[in-house]
């Protein structure tokens, strides 16, 4: 079964680092969401793009944060410089299309330590 | 926007018992549900989704939901838990553009012997 691919799981640094992290969404899916859950929370979109463009970033904090997918096939989520606050795991998500009947995949995540 | 609001942060039930979780979302003429599932350490998995049509949606793992407008609630329902179905339980509603998902804050699951 496809499945999305995100890496590194976990990723430890320190404030003030910049920080990247990858997602492979399932092959022919043309939707990808760049969702981010604090502890405890549920997940919240920063970023989603249709293909290689953005659809909706209006939540990501572009002071600190970039994403792209230049492709329009796996894509790069970038954090720099990091803050404390910024712990939390960072899921990807992808579906074939934008749409309510699409459902949304999620990969494993990328669990973000900020020291 | 719209949201939804899970009403118990914690549910402790016994294995082979039955259970609810509660989700209550923002009242809209259109409305697109759904709960997903999260098991330690791992992404979200889609339960069950109301889009349209009957109320009473089954999912998997035997897990079932019913779409009620008039309440505008939507609690997840199992007639008998397993140690297995231990989990974050997330309700979620289609945003109101690019179809992103608006999730609650999410309800603990934990089954017990």
């Known amino acids: 079964e496809a499945e999305v691919a995100q890496s590194p799981r976990y990723k430890i640094t320190e404030k003030s680092q910049a920080v990247a992290f990858w997602c492979d969404p399932i092959?022919?899916?043309?939707?990808l969401y760049w969702y981010r859950q604090i502890l405890g929370q549920g997940p919240e979109l920063l970023v989603q793009?249709?293909?290689?463009?953005?659809?909706?970033d209006s939540q990501l904090p572009k002071d600190r944060f970039s994403a792209e997918r230049l492709k329009g096939v796996d894509s790069t989520l970038k954090i720099q410089p990091a803050e404390l606050g910024d712990s939390a795991m960072y899921l990807c998500?992808?579906?074939?299309?934008?749409?309510?009947?699409?459902?949304?995949?999620f990969g494993p995540g990328t669990r973000l330590l900020v020291l | 926007a719209q949201s939804v609001t899970q009403l118990d942060s914690q549910v402790p039930v016994f294995e082979e018992a039955p259970v609810e979780l509660r989700c209550n979302y923002s009242s809209s003429v259109s409305v697109y549900l759904f709960w997903y599932v999260q098991y330690p350490n791992q992404g979200l998995q889609l339960l069950l989704k109301y889009l349209s049509g009957s109320t009473l949606v089954k999912g998997i793992n035997g897990f079932e939901a019913e779409f009620n407008k008039s309440q505008t609630s939507f609690h997840l329902r199992k007639p008998s838990v397993h140690i297995s179905d231990t989990a974050e339980y997330f309700c979620?509603?289609?945003?109101?553009?690019?179809?992103?998902?608006?999730f609650g804050k999410g309800t603990s699951l934990l089954v017990t012997p």
């Open positions: 998500a992808s579906s074939t299309r934008a749409g309510v009947q699409e459902t949304q995949y």
């Open positions: 092959s022919g899916h043309a939707t």
């Open positions: 979620a509603v289609s945003g109101d553009s690019g179809y992103a998902l608006n």
């Open positions: 793009f249709q293909d290689e463009s953005v659809v909706d």
